[in-house]
């Protein structure tokens, strides 16, 4: 027996966890995901094609959004420029954003509200796990941009706290 020539065992793939991350990629619309544990690492990806069947969806503000206004107490009209305004707070994740604690409770906050640095804004679950978005500073919430279990990406504006 040679010894340095051992090569280190593989691994088999976990099938349970391919199915869970391949569930996460049709939950939260995303394209790849990938999961590392020391040298070991899964990477799922799903390829999406537009075709002239099937265009890719185009996202427009509906009437009421373009007129400003308010519908379950946020107002939903885009921002004019690109990068955020001053105040706003964007997503730290990439989830499922809900402005209530439970689906039939009201929301942590609502436009108009004062509030204090380090208050529970929202929660974003991601991979089965609910993680409190807390105020950056206090003061009052001005504008909610997304609507209860809209997914969020890494940036997306919450809302608006003047």
């Known amino acids: 027996m040679k010894l340095g020539s051992r090569r280190p065992a593989q691994l088999a793939p976990d099938p349970d966890l391919i ?3 391949a569930g996460l990629l049709t ?28 265009p890719a969806p185009v996202v427009a503000p509906s009437p ?3 007129n400003g206004a308010l519908k379950n107490g946020a107002d939903h009209a885009p921002t004019e ?18 402005l209530a604690p439970q689906p039939d409770a009201a929301p942590f906050v ?15 679950e991601a991979m ?6 807390r ?3 206090a003061g009052r919430v001005a504008r909610i941009f997304i609507e209860d279990s809209d997914p969020v990406e890494y940036g997306t504006p919450l809302l608006l706290i003047e």
Do not use: F, W
Request: no cysteine.
């Open 19 to 21: 199915r869970k991350l």
């Open 27 to 54: 939950e939260t619309g995303l394209t790849e995901i990938e999961y590392s544990m020391g040298e070991h690492r899964i990477r799922v990806a799903r390829e999406v094609i537009a075709t002239a069947a099937a």
């Open 64 to 66: 009421a959004a373009a």
């Open 81 to 98: 420029s690109a990068a955020p305004a001053a105040g706003t707070v964007t997503s730290p994740i990439v989830g499922i954003a809900y």
């Open 110 to 124: 609502r436009i108009g509200d004062q509030i204090s640095e380090g208050q529970t804004l929202l929660i974003i």
């Open 128 to 133: 089965k796990v609910m993680n409190q978005i």
């Open 135 to 137: 105020a950056p500073r």
